[in-house]
């Protein structure tokens, strides 16, 4: 038996030369840059009006595939204003929602200081106290208040460095910075 030097080779139907088989790769599949799904499914989404606009900026050719002579039915409509309306009314909520940097008193000279209302902004708890901690050197952590809402406890009277603190780093940049707000909550006496 005659040993082959590349056994990736396919040799020809006349056994003389390699046959050279173009390899065909399959075509990358093309997602919608608004609802992340395939083109095919986006009418089912209630941002169809602007996954059709995409789509006719980015893929003509599947655009017309889709989409070319469709109008929306009364359903679809009345779907996608209320999307409309739900993206509004959230995205009031959150101009209009504060932050909270608290400075509470623990003893007589010691402080903490409490940071609340981030979740709003989509910043997720945990690597936020990590960042204070680290830029601080201090500890933080993630606990519930009062109220039963979460909030980042920063050890020290740092409130007025944590509000700087946010306006200036990346990590904080969806909260904007007229609406972190700095108050100072004393402790009531017990006698």
Known sequence: MAEV???????????????TAE??????PVYCGVCSLPPEYCE????????KEWLEE?????????FAGVSLSEKQQKSTEKHEAKQARALEKKLQSKVLVKRIERGKRKYVTGVFGLEVFGIELKPAAKKFAQKFATG???SKNNEGRDEIVVQGDVSEEVQEYMAADKFFKDVPADNVECIEEKRKSVR
């Open 5 to 19: 030097e590349n056994p990736q080779e396919v040799l020809s139907t006349d056994g003389a030369t390699p046959a």
């Open 140 to 142: 933080a952590s993630v």
């Open 58 to 66: 980015h893929h003509v050719d599947l655009f017309a595939r889709y």
């Open 23 to 28: 390899k065909v790769l399959p075509t990358p």
């Open 44 to 51: 089912y989404q209630p941002t169809v009006n602007k996954c």
